[in-house]
């Protein structure tokens, strides 16, 4: 590679968000002087975003870390002492195995975040192999509910398929052309919008394609579950659902239909802030068209009732005939690779559900992850036993997690930290070790694996990393050999992409050369052998509700905050579509299009609280207070709020942990009202209250 020539690779978009985009990278002495989408991408279609265009630029950014770093001063001074990776994997095996000798494994915590790549898969088998049942990720907020309802509900997670024309599509709380999603990029979204497909948005901002939409129901924070149920009584009450789907493939209409009646639209309108006529007529476009696909987006699992708004929109997917058809939403089917299970040595660790955090909090049965709240109370209150350490990898939660000062008293407390990043960031600036890596670009690896997503895509390496900085594949696997059975890791931790590929038959060269690998489509592949439920049908009912102690039918219920004098506006965000939650502030061609962190309010709101355009604002909730930048948008109801999540200030490095407590929008959430099922906090729809922040 390089050597003063001039090269293209084509390797798919990675760590930037779900990833997806073919790029074509232009690569001229082992450095990246072009990035562009590749035409035959089969997501992306030559479409390429800006945080793709810009992705390049932390591979050689200043900031970046490059060697080990043992903590030399108190925790978190941000005092540090360059050490060799053999001191730095040593110093942790030291120590997770003198914790695993004095609580036992599970006292060792293994924390991930978005997953990224093929590395998210390995330290969950690491975990299995050491015996700690605890691997931490946020899919309290992040897909979790939606496909777990999904299996509860279906039997399967039913992603919107994309890949074949739907007559209507509805987007629920997902701002698909700022975020492409897990494993969809806008590109087909579009191509089927500007072909007449119709679109229903329901968001509190007007996104750009709720400009473009047919019906933009401008929902009020916390409305949502609220307006699913209210969708469902048009249509059970029109009579305009599927009757054949409904009598031959589901269980418990009768009681869905006895639930929802007394959500009718005009019953619900004042509370979601949709008017009734247009919840009637967009509820009524939905079932009308054939087939219809919803695309769900983080909005329905950033709040306490997640389980209860997924479990409705999978309600309204099955009596509208819209699941397991074209155009609707579908089981993606994996290509044949190495099953998950054997991957991750899930054999290792029989008990796992048993013995995990969350098991003492009766969460919903088949979530294999800690919830963050619960692995901080573990630290923090020792139940239903003490953690210890974490090796943190791809996360940031510091800046991430709800409740920003119970992550900050949970990591003081923590014995051992170790984090590994391409950057210095507030949570790595609490760790006792600092591993730098090996990142997008310079690492081989597979995309997509064991999301769901129905195809894995081939990420080759275009340049060489930094001398001391390691691929986290490669960590892991050194790691597992000092902590673990050595027999359980392979020489060489690449070894493990051809594992993964084996039962197709080819190597990871030709998986290179071929790009992709997609499973085979199975539609309505219910009518042989029924759904994967207990009933075998769609269960609009639970038929292991009352084992579990779930919810029969969806509910709307009082985890959610009620606005008061002291709060009257109800706060919400929306991700930036030119950062990656709290990465990539470090990234110039970035942060010139979003310098600071800015909170959107209306032109009236802010005339009644005396806030000028462009001035400091002070959010309050119950729980914390931040300062943002004002930004009139008069598009949003005068009582709502939207500020930016994510933010922390890399250049700022002379205040504590890079300024996180000035403008981070989880020091205003918390974790006192969580759904049980998922552990999921309100990270919208809380109450709050603004001020200028002048003088
Ligand atoms: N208030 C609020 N909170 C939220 C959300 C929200 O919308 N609002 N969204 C939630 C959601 S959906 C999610 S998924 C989580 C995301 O939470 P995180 O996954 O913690 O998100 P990031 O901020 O992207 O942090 C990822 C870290 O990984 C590092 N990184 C990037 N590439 C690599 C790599 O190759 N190797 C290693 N070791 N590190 C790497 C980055 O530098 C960054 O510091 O946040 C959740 N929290
Ligand atoms: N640019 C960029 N892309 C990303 C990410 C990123 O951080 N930045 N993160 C990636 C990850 S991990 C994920 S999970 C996805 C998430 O992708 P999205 O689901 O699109 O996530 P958000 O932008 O958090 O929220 C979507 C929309 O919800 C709206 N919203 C806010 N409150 C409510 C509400 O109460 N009800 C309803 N119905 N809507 C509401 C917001 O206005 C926003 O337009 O994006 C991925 N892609
Ligand atoms: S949309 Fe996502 S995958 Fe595509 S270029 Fe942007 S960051 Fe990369
Ligand atoms: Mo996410």
Request: proline share 5%; glycine share 8%; net charge neutral.
């Given at each position: 590679?390089?050597?003063?020539?001039?090269?293209?690779?084509?390797?798919?978009?990675?760590?930037?968000?779900?990833?997806?985009?073919?790029?074509?990278?232009?690569?001229?002495?082992?450095?990246?002087?072009?990035?562009?989408?590749?035409?035959?991408?089969?997501?992306?279609?030559?479409?390429?975003?800006?945080?793709?265009?810009?992705?390049?630029?932390?591979?050689?950014?200043?900031?970046?870390?490059?060697?080990?770093?043992?903590?030399?001063?108190?925790?978190?001074?941000?005092?540090?002492?360059?050490?060799?990776?053999?001191?730095?994997?040593?110093?942790?095996?030291?120590?997770?195995?003198?914790?695993?000798?004095?609580?036992?494994?599970?006292?060792?915590?293994?924390?991930?975040?978005?997953?990224?790549?093929?590395?998210?898969?390995?330290?969950?088998?690491?975990?299995?192999?050491?015996?700690?049942?605890?691997?931490?990720?946020?899919?309290?907020?992040?897909?979790?509910?939606?496909?777990?309802?999904?299996?509860?509900?279906?039997?399967?997670?039913?992603?919107?398929?994309?890949?074949?024309?739907?007559?209507?599509?509805?987007?629920?709380?997902?701002?698909?052309?700022?975020?492409?999603?897990?494993?969809?990029?806008?590109?087909?979204?579009?191509?089927?919008?500007?072909?007449?497909?119709?679109?229903?948005?329901?968001?509190?901002?007007?996104?750009?394609?709720?400009?473009?939409?047919?019906?933009?129901?401008?929902?009020?924070?916390?409305?949502?579950?609220?307006?699913?149920?209210?969708?469902?009584?048009?249509?059970?009450?029109?009579?305009?659902?599927?009757?054949?789907?409904?009598?031959?493939?589901?269980?418990?209409?009768?009681?869905?239909?006895?639930?929802?009646?007394?959500?009718?639209?005009?019953?619900?309108?004042?509370?979601?802030?949709?008017?009734?006529?247009?919840?009637?007529?967009?509820?009524?476009?939905?079932?009308?068209?054939?087939?219809?696909?919803?695309?769900?987006?983080?909005?329905?699992?950033?709040?306490?009732?997640?389980?209860?708004?997924?479990?409705?929109?999978?309600?309204?997917?099955?009596?509208?005939?819209?699941?397991?058809?074209?155009?609707?939403?579908?089981?993606?089917?994996?290509?044949?690779?190495?099953?998950?299970?054997?991957?991750?040595?899930?054999?290792?660790?029989?008990?796992?559900?048993?013995?995990?955090?969350?098991?003492?909090?009766?969460?919903?049965?088949?979530?294999?992850?800690?919830?963050?709240?619960?692995?901080?109370?573990?630290?923090?209150?020792?139940?239903?036993?003490?953690?210890?350490?974490?090796?943190?990898?791809?996360?940031?939660?510091?800046?991430?997690y709800a409740d920003t000062a119970y992550s900050l008293q949970a990591f003081a407390k923590l014995d051992f930290i170790?984090?590994?990043?391409?950057?210095?960031?507030?949570?790595?600036?609490?760790?006792?070790?600092?591993?730098?890596?090996?990142?997008?670009?310079?690492?081989?690896?597979?995309?997509?694996?064991?999301?769901?997503?129905?195809?894995?895509?081939?990420?080759?390496?275009?340049?060489?990393?930094?001398?001391?900085?390691?691929?986290?594949?490669?960590?892991?696997?050194?790691?597992?050999?000092?902590?673990?059975?050595?027999?359980?890791?392979?020489?060489?931790?690449?070894?493990?992409?051809?594992?993964?590929?084996?039962?197709?038959?080819?190597?990871?060269?030709?998986?290179?050369?071929?790009?992709?690998?997609?499973?085979?489509?199975?539609?309505?592949?219910?009518?042989?052998?029924?759904?994967?439920?207990?009933?075998?049908?769609?269960?609009?009912?639970?038929?292991?509700?009352?084992?579990?102690?779930?919810?029969?039918?969806?509910?709307?219920?009082?985890?959610?905050?009620?606005?008061?004098?002291?709060?009257?506006?109800?706060?919400?965000?929306?991700?930036?579509?030119?950062?990656?939650?709290?990465?990539?502030?470090?990234?110039?061609?970035?942060?010139?299009?979003?310098?600071?962190?800015?909170?959107?309010?209306?032109?009236?709101?802010?005339?009644?609280?005396?806030?000028?355009?462009?001035?400091?604002?002070?959010?309050?909730?119950?729980?914390?207070?931040?300062?943002?930048?004002?930004?009139?948008?008069?598009?949003?109801?005068?009582?709502?709020?939207?500020?930016?999540?994510?933010?922390?200030?890399?250049?700022?490095?002379?205040?504590?942990?890079f300024a996180l407590l000035k403008a981070n929008y989880n020091a205003l959430t918390s974790v006192k009202n969580m759904?049980?099922?998922?552990?999921?906090?309100?990270?919208?729809?809380?109450?709050?209250?603004?001020?200028?922040?002048?003088?």
């Amino acid at each position: 590679m390089g050597g003063g020539e001039m090269s293209i690779f084509k390797t798919h978009c990675a760590r930037m968000d779900h990833g997806g985009c073919l790029l074509s990278v232009t690569v001229e002495d082992n450095k990246i002087v072009k990035i562009a989408g590749a035409k035959e991408g089969f997501l992306n279609k030559g479409y390429i975003c800006q945080k793709g265009l810009a992705s390049a630029e932390k591979l050689t950014h200043q900031d970046r870390l490059l060697y080990p770093l043992k903590r030399v001063g108190a925790r978190g001074e941000n005092r540090w002492r360059r050490i060799s990776w053999e001191e730095a994997l040593g110093e942790i095996a030291a120590n997770f195995l003198r914790i695993k000798a004095d609580y036992g494994a599970r006292a060792v915590a293994f924390c991930v975040g978005m997953p990224k790549g093929l590395e998210h898969f390995l330290l969950i088998r690491l975990a299995n192999i050491f015996g700690s049942p605890n691997v931490v990720a946020s899919q309290d907020v992040c897909h979790a509910p939606r496909e777990i309802t999904g299996l509860h509900t279906c039997g399967f997670y039913p992603v919107v398929d994309l890949h074949h024309r739907s007559e209507l599509l509805m987007l629920w709380g997902s701002n698909a052309t700022a975020t492409n999603e897990e494993g969809e990029i806008c590109s087909l979204l579009i191509e089927q919008v500007k072909s007449g497909t119709k679109l229903i948005v329901i968001d509190p901002r007007r996104t750009s394609l709720a400009k473009r939409a047919d019906h933009w129901l401008r929902v009020l924070p916390g409305g949502d579950c609220l307006l699913a149920l209210g969708m469902i009584n048009v249509i059970i009450s029109e009579g305009l659902y599927d009757k054949n789907f409904v009598e031959n493939w589901t269980i418990g209409f009768a009681e869905l239909a006895a639930a929802v009646r007394e959500y009718s639209p005009e019953n619900i309108a004042a509370k979601c802030g949709v008017d009734a006529p247009a919840i009637r007529l967009a509820a009524r476009a939905y079932a009308e068209a054939k087939p219809a696909g919803l695309h769900w987006g983080n909005a329905i699992e950033h709040l306490s009732d997640t389980f209860s708004i997924t479990r409705a929109l999978i309600c309204l997917m099955a009596i509208c005939g819209n699941l397991a058809v074209p155009g609707g939403n579908v089981e993606a089917n994996d290509p044949p690779i190495m099953g998950l299970g054997k991957f991750v040595r899930a054999d290792l660790i029989p008990d796992k559900r048993k013995e995990m955090i969350s098991n003492h909090y009766g969460v919903i049965p088949r979530l294999m992850t800690v919830a963050p709240a619960y692995f901080r109370r573990a630290i923090v209150e020792e139940v239903p036993y003490p953690v210890k350490a974490a090796y943190i990898m791809c996360a940031n939660p510091v800046v991430n997690y709800a409740d920003t000062a119970y992550s900050l008293q949970a990591f003081a407390k923590l014995d051992f930290i170790v984090c590994a990043d391409v950057f210095l960031t507030p949570t790595a600036a609490l760790a006792d070790i600092v591993l730098p890596v090996a990142t997008q670009y310079e690492i081989n690896d597979i995309g997509h694996y064991g999301l769901g997503h129905g195809y894995v895509l081939a990420r080759p390496k275009v340049v060489e990393p930094p001398a001391e900085c390691r691929p986290d594949g490669q960590i892991i696997n050194e790691l597992g050999k000092l902590i673990s059975d050595p027999q359980l890791w392979h020489e060489n931790h690449e070894d493990f992409l051809t594992d993964l590929l084996a039962p197709t038959g080819i190597s990871y060269e030709e998986f290179v050369k071929v790009g992709y690998l997609k499973g085979d489509d199975s539609f309505w592949g219910y009518r042989e052998n029924g759904f994967k439920t207990p009933s075998k049908k769609v269960e609009l009912a639970l038929s292991v509700a009352q084992k579990f102690g779930l919810d029969a039918l969806p509910v709307v219920n009082d985890r959610q905050e009620a606005t008061s004098a002291a709060f009257p506006l109800l706060l919400t965000t929306a991700k930036s579509e030119f950062y990656l939650h709290s990465s990539c502030r470090q990234l110039p061609s970035l942060r010139k299009h979003s310098p600071f962190p800015t909170v959107e309010i209306s032109r009236s709101c802010a005339t009644k609280y005396g806030i000028g355009e462009g001035e400091e604002v002070l959010i309050h909730t119950a729980h914390g207070s931040i300062t943002q930048t004002a930004r009139f948008n008069d598009d949003l109801y005068e009582g709502v709020v939207v500020a930016a999540s994510g933010w922390w200030f890399p250049e700022d490095k002379s205040t504590p942990l890079f300024a996180l407590l000035k403008a981070n929008y989880n020091a205003l959430t918390s974790v006192k009202n969580m759904g049980k099922e998922y552990a999921t906090p309100n990270l919208r729809a809380i109450p709050c209250r603004i001020e200028p922040a002048r003088g």
